[in-house]
């Protein structure tokens, strides 16, 4: 997705972990920056983030394309 929404979606995720506490995410993102997309580093930064809000279990995945 967009790095400026990335924000937005681990929003997402946590309500619906918030409504269901077995829900559970995987997010998968390029390893490198590829215009305004989402990008492992800057990924792992927003989680970084926001750890002491969110309490998701959440898998990232990187990929090269």
């Known amino acids: 997705?967009?790095?400026a929404r990335l924000h937005s979606d681990i929003l997402k995720i946590n309500?619906?972990?918030m409504l269901d506490e077995d829900f559970?995410?995987?997010i998968i993102v390029?390893?490198?920056p590829n215009?305004?997309?989402a990008?492992?580093?800057r990924t792992i930064k927003d989680f970084e983030l926001y750890k002491n809000f969110i309490k998701i279990p959440i898998k990232?995945?990187?990929i090269d394309c």
Do not use: D, F
């Open 1 to 3: 997705g967009n790095t």
């Open 15 to 17: 309500y619906l972990y």
């Open 24 to 26: 559970q995410a995987i």
């Open 30 to 32: 390029p390893t490198n």
């Open 35 to 37: 215009g305004n997309r």
């Open 39 to 41: 990008y492992l580093k």
């Open 60 to 62: 990232i995945i990187a």
